[in-house]
């Protein structure tokens, strides 16, 4: 399943200079810190919303599930 994300240029910046932190692509690859990036932040109970459309998956972010910024993004990078 193929997923395309359009991340901020603040977030998607974060994420390069993370990457090469921690050796490239190959020990973290952007794809690899985005889904970490976002099992953390939404590990929680609330629940995306998913729809399907034209042959895609969209998953929107539920009720009660918090608003990303770049900020809580490193923060869950660092940890």
């Not at 997923?3 to 973290?28: C, H, M, N």
């Amino acid at each position: 399943m193929k997923t395309t994300l359009d991340l901020p240029e603040d977030v998607a910046d974060l994420l390069r200079k993370e990457s090469a932190r921690r050796g490239g692509r190959k020990k973290a690859s952007l794809s690899r810190l985005v889904s970490q990036a976002v099992r953390e932040v939404y590990a929680g109970e609330a629940e995306a919303v998913v729809d399907l459309k034209a042959g895609r998956v969209v998953v929107r972010r539920g009720t009660g599930m918090p608003v990303v910024d770049s900020e809580d993004l490193a923060d869950a990078l660092d940890e």
